[in-house]
């Protein structure tokens, strides 16, 4: 770090600092009493409410208040599961014509394959609902709440591949290194609930590829934001954040002592280098520290009833299911916490589709729907918004061979289908349209960054105005591009 | 001419009123002094008695003309006659020397005057002129609004009911309520349900204003054009009460003139509530509360104090300072109690309030204020019973109720929702959506799956309540009550059982007991490389390989046979042989084709015991592994001879047929 910088680094920091000492209960007031750590946080929460004063977040009135990410990791196809095309099947095997292709970029897994024989579904489509969406049979618990559901069935990206892909839907840039939606979302809105983290990730491994494309940290890391905005995965299991518990031996209340003595000294540092990850690193301590009961609580299901288990199905009573990491996602929005993100990997069917998307879709279809009714139910789902998604479409054409009962398809960034729910997002539609082979958009486009948009609209955010500034430049989670899709609004 | 008398009544009225009240104040000035008002009080209760016995003549005449009945009508007519009498009987008593009987008529002719003006005035302006409810009305939005209850009934209200209510019962006939204004009046139904244009109602008010039977009567308001075509929109479509005006057909058509009637959508009464005090939401903020104002700009404050188990009065006190902001207060899982509802009154803005997973009751519900832009009201489980649906019907705004676990029953719900049809109740969702669910089966755990004498089997099932069943070799189904011990080569099976639930699927679990020690190991070709390191150990190390090929634990050939001779330390009797394998479809791993198993005694010649042949898959699978168990007539034998047959290829089916596809080998027990 050059001196230059570290002055200036300083200077800005001295303003922060000012203000924050004059807030009544900011840190230049701060007793060295065993609630330091306390009072630490809680200019961190006037933070949060100065900036809903001053700085005008939300920037208007807000649908949602918090989010719960179902992501399908891997690719989820949009031709067995919401995007029907009846052509596909009549024209089985047949290759794809050029025109239709029309020179879209394919991965190295395809690229040099002799033809591209179209693949129709195995899978038979109903009308279901009152908008008649049309949804095929291997969701039997997602067609019957179409009426709450809203479908998008033209989104579209620029990635081909995982990494590139997830990290551009996460973080809104296919380059690793900006903040996750969790995170700014975390910095943007604040918290509700102290004793936890504003942003949790919940992992889960689909059946129907168990060893499939692996996930990173990084997608749910704060990138340049301070690293309280990062989001926390909960674990199944004894230890469901890890190093989180005391050591044996060591009483709560010693555990406090040390946490006050560090945050003094963390403070006299602080003082003497203003860097804020100085108060992050303060912040977060005092988060562990709750968490050691909070999350205990949190992730205790024992008192959830039978009907609940019957609604979220069976695998919800085992953990680390992905029905039983969306019952713990409508138990952390119950305790407000912001931003959940769960990940169900393995829908990146390149071979032996058919069989394996069926399996995957019976990991999440009946504990997704449930999680949409239970919060309906409990009169959350107006303010909470659901997310059900993959990072891009699959192929309307077999990668390797063809046979009648069995092929595969590659990743298709062109046009693929997400649905949303709840927090402001009109229910029990389908929007946009492919063309009869389903490669192309024709109606509707959604962009990813389009999505991302919509999303912070509904949480009241700008997102031309959420921005951080970093390197010199204002980043957002949009970058320089996306729109609102005012037609999702309820 | 009677009938113009008859109309001089109101007029006439006011005369006995004026000159009783004169004779009232002299009464009083009369006793502070010492001025006689004999004479002129004689004259004035003359007066008194010739005007109010004029009042009632010309009342009477009014009433005869038939503009008049009921109850009400009836009521004051004898009250006023009885007040005619007492003023004649207080003239007389005055020239007598009766002073008592004089005070007390005097005082009694007060009250009848009071009472049969307040009747009068009653007939004239309506029930509640006099007491009428204040504040600004609150009416629906286009969104919410019920056809007749929001549109039809209040032009009624403006133009009709002021005579056929049930106090005046004009015709006989009674608009103020349904049931009423379908009964009819003196000449039969006015509304006719199977054909509401052929109604008298409709007839009654298009006839030409010079006729007698035009409604509303010449002279009275008249109905505007607008009010006619919305009356006969509502007609038109039926004369249905309870129809939301946006699900009427031909809604479209008269979206615009409904505005007058109805709210603006989301009518925000927080546009003219002032700001909050921003150093009172940091102090609040301070203390440890969560709050904030619901966007950038807006007086709408959003309060948290959801969790908050110990919550007391002096919590929701703290927030009477900005209580106009509050808009939105989630007491969700909070402390909130029957007790403390009624502090609740003070935040009379408040379009959102969350009680759900609280203590609080339909005693509790009742003592809430009847908040006037309440739009949503959370009673997810609560104690709340069917004796809060009544409440429910104070709130005039009121869009969404939550009720799922409560103890409102379904019928009751019905009846909430037939009394409040734009009003959306959201009860327990699932019962019918989530019915059909089956337990998981027990998870078979144990040590290993091969074992030297003994193996503790435990079965395990995440779920409290469930009974977990188990067979060992077809033998009978025994309660699982914890973990059980095997000594030989055996099957395991076992399902879950639950109330309510259907059971699960059966599991099942080989676990085989250790043959006998191999010496050694002939491999007669080589595994492919990547796996076959340790290849002689692998096989027979009693770690049986997963569902993952590359686990380190199997030996795989890829494009050929295997070929091996197993050596017993010594020549023993052996009748089985177990060989574990895997088939993974996509990796191109396949059962094999065929088994050889050959023995000898003396290592050269070797007889054949088995061979057994098998189809290739028909379709791709997952990764699996099953034990292949060979029985055989015991025979002694040192060498055991192994031909494991590839298929070579990939069938047609495959995504990559013909190309060289794999066995993977793991575990083989001879015993």
């Given at each position: 770090m050059s001196e230059k910088k570290i002055i200036s680094e300083r200077a800005y920091s001295m303003n922060r600092r000012n203000f924050l000492s004059k807030t009544s209960i900011g840190l230049g007031v701060a007793s060295l009493s065993s609630l330091l750590g306390m009072s630490f946080l809680k200019a961190g929460e006037n933070e949060v409410i100065k900036s809903a004063i001053n700085n005008g977040i939300p920037h208007f009135a807000p649908k949602a208040k918090r989010v719960i990410y179902l992501f399908q990791s891997g690719g989820p196809s949009q031709y067995e599961l919401f995007d029907h095309k009846p052509l596909l099947r009549k024209m089985q095997g047949q290759d794809l014509p050029e025109s239709v292709r029309n020179g879209q970029r394919l991965t190295g897994m395809t690229a040099f394959q002799e033809s591209f024989p179209l693949a129709g579904s195995q899978f038979d489509f109903k009308k279901y609902g009152k908008a008649g969406i049309e949804m095929s049979s291997i969701l039997p618990y997602t067609s019957k709440i179409a009426d709450d559901i809203c479908v998008i069935r033209s989104m579209y990206t620029e990635a081909i591949n995982h990494d590139p892909a997830i990290t551009f839907f996460q973080t809104g840039s296919q380059q690793p290194g900006r903040p996750s939606i969790g995170s700014w979302l975390s910095y943007g809105l604040g918290s509700e609930n102290e004793n936890l983290p504003n942003f949790v990730v919940l992992l889960s491994r689909g059946t129907g590829r168990v060893a499939g494309q692996p996930l990173y940290s990084r997608l749910w890391g704060n990138g340049f934001l301070h690293s309280l905005h990062q989001g926390v995965q909960f674990r199944s299991g004894k230890d469901p954040v890890l190093y989180l518990n005391d050591p044996d031996g060591m009483s709560r209340e010693g555990k406090r002592r040390i946490l006050d003595k560090l945050a003094e000294l963390n403070h006299q540092q602080y003082e003497d280098f203003g860097d804020p990850e100085i108060t992050s690193r303060i912040a977060q301590y005092e988060m562990a520290y709750k968490m050691q009961t909070s999350v205990p609580d949190v992730m205790n299901v024992e008192n959830e009833s039978d009907a609940t288990y019957k609604m979220y199905g069976p695998n919800s009573t085992v953990p680390g299911t992905f029905a039983a990491n969306a019952l713990l996602a409508r138990r952390l929005i119950e305790k407000d916490v912001r931003f959940v993100q769960l990940y169900h990997m393995g829908w990146d069917q390149h071979f032996n589709l058919p069989e394996a998307i069926k399996k995957q879709a019976e990991d999440v279809d009946q504990a997704s729907a449930a999680l949409v009714m239970d919060l309906k139910q409990r009169g959350l789902l107006d303010e909470t918004l659901v997310i059900w998604g993959g990072e891009f479409g699959r192929t309307n054409y077999s990668q390797g061979k063809i046979t009648d009962n069995s092929y595969g398809r590659d990743h298709h960034p062109r046009s693929f289908s997400i649905w949303m729910a709840g927090g402001g997002i009109k229910p029990g539609m389908v929007y946009g349209e492919t063309d009869e082979f389903g490669y192309n958009i024709i109606k509707d486009p959604v962009h990813v960054h389009d999505f991302q948009a919509t999303m912070l609209h509904l949480l009241g955010i700008d997102h031309e105005r959420l921005t951080y500034k970093y390197q010199g430049r204002r980043f957002r989670l949009t970058d320089v591009h996306g729109h609102v899709v005012n037609d999702l609004l309820a | 001419m009677i009938e113009l008398l008859g109309r001089l009544h109101p007029l006439v009225l006011h005369l006995p009123i004026g000159i009783l009240a004169l004779a009232y104040i002299l009464e009083v000035y009369a006793r502070f002094s010492k001025d006689s008002i004999h004479k002129v009080q004689s004259v004035i209760l003359l007066f008194s008695g010739i005007s109010a016995t004029v009042a009632i003549l010309t009342g009477l005449l009014l009433i005869r003309s038939g503009d008049y009945s009921g109850a009400l009508v009836n009521n004051h007519k004898w009250v006023a006659i009885a007040l005619g009498v007492v003023t004649w009987t207080l003239y007389f008593l005055q020239l007598s020397s009766l002073k008592h009987t004089y005070h007390f008529m005097m005082v009694s002719s007060a009250v009848l005057l009071g009472v049969t003006g307040h009747l009068g005035g009653t007939i004239t302006h309506g029930e509640d002129f006099l007491f009428k409810k204040s504040g600004p009305e609150v009416r629906p939005d286009i969104e919410a609004a019920v056809l007749y209850k929001d549109i039809i009934h209040p032009i009624f209200e403006d133009k009709c009911i002021s005579c056929h209510n049930p106090s005046k019962l004009k015709g006989e006939l009674d608009m103020s309520e349904v049931t009423a204004l379908l009964m009819g009046g003196e000449d039969g139904k006015v509304i006719l349900p199977e054909n509401p244009l052929e109604s008298p109602l409709w007839k009654h008010i298009n006839l030409p204003l010079s006729d007698d039977e035009h409604m509303p009567p010449d002279g009275k308001d008249q109905l505007t054009q607008e009010d006619l075509e919305l009356i006969h929109w509502w007609l038109k479509s039926g004369a249905k009460f309870d129809r939301l005006a946006k699900e009427t057909e031909g809604f479209a058509n008269y979206e615009s003139q409904l505005e007058k009637y109805l709210a603006p959508?989301?009518?925000?009464?927080f546009a003219k509530v002032e700001q909050p005090d921003s150093s009172a939401l940091l102090k609040l903020q301070s203390k440890g509360y969560s709050l904030y104002p619901t966007h950038n700009g807006s007086s709408a404050v959003y309060v948290n104090l959801s969790g908050k188990d110990d919550l007391t009065k002096r919590d929701i006190k703290a927030f009477y300072k900005i209580k106009q902001n509050v808009a939105h207060l989630n007491l969700a899982n909070?402390?909130?109690?029957n007790e403390m509802l009624n502090l609740l009154s003070k935040f009379k803005h408040i379009r959102k309030l969350e009680l759900q997973n609280t203590s609080i009751g339909t005693e509790g519900l009742k003592k809430l204020k009847d908040f006037k832009y309440l739009e949503i009201l959370n009673l997810y489980n609560t104690k709340v019973d069917s004796g809060a649906i009544d409440k429910?019907?104070?709130?005039?705004?009121?869009r969404t109720v939550y009720v799922g676990k409560t103890d409102m029953n379904p019928e009751q719900l019905d009846q909430l929702y037939h009394l409040l049809p734009r009003l959306e109740v959201i009860g327990d969702v699932g019962t019918d959506l989530f019915k059909d669910a089956a337990l998981r089966s027990p998870v078979i755990e144990a040590?290993?799956?091969?074992?030297?004498d003994s193996v503790e089997i435990s079965l395990v099932l995440n779920f409290k309540d469930v009974d977990i069943k188990y067979i060992i070799n077809d033998g009978d189904t025994v309660d699982y009550t914890g973990p059980f011990v095997i000594y030989e080569t055996s099957e395991i099976k076992t399902l879950a059982q639950k109330e309510g639930w259907k059971s699960s699927e059966v599991n099942s679990k080989n676990f085989i007991k250790k043959g006998l020690d191999i010496a050694n190991i002939n491999l007669k070709n080589r595994p492919h490389e990547r796996y076959s390191s340790f290849a002689k150990k692998v096989l027979i190390d009693e770690k049986v390989g997963s569902d993952l090929f590359s686990d380190g634990a199997w030996v795989g050939y890829e494009g050929e046979h295997a070929s091996m001779v197993l050596e017993l330390q010594e020549a023993t009797e052996v009748s089985n042989v177990t060989v574990g394998v895997l088939e993974a479809t996509g990796s191109y791993i396949f059962y094999p084709k065929a088994y050889e198993i050959s023995i000898s005694e003396d290592g050269k010649n070797f007889k054949k015991m088995v061979s057994q042949d098998y189809a290739i898959a028909k379709g791709p699978s997952q990764a699996g592994r099953k034990n292949m168990t060979f029985n055989f007539a015991p025979s002694k034998a040192k060498s055991i001879r192994l031909d494991i047959k590839s298929h070579l290829v990939n069938p047609e089916w495959h995504a990559a047929p013909g190309a060289k596809n794999w066995i993977f080998i793991d575990e083989i027990i001879i015993n």
């Open positions: - | 959508p989301e009518v925000d009464i909070s402390g909130i109690n429910l019907t104070h709130f005039p705004q009121l040590d290993s799956e091969i074992f030297q």
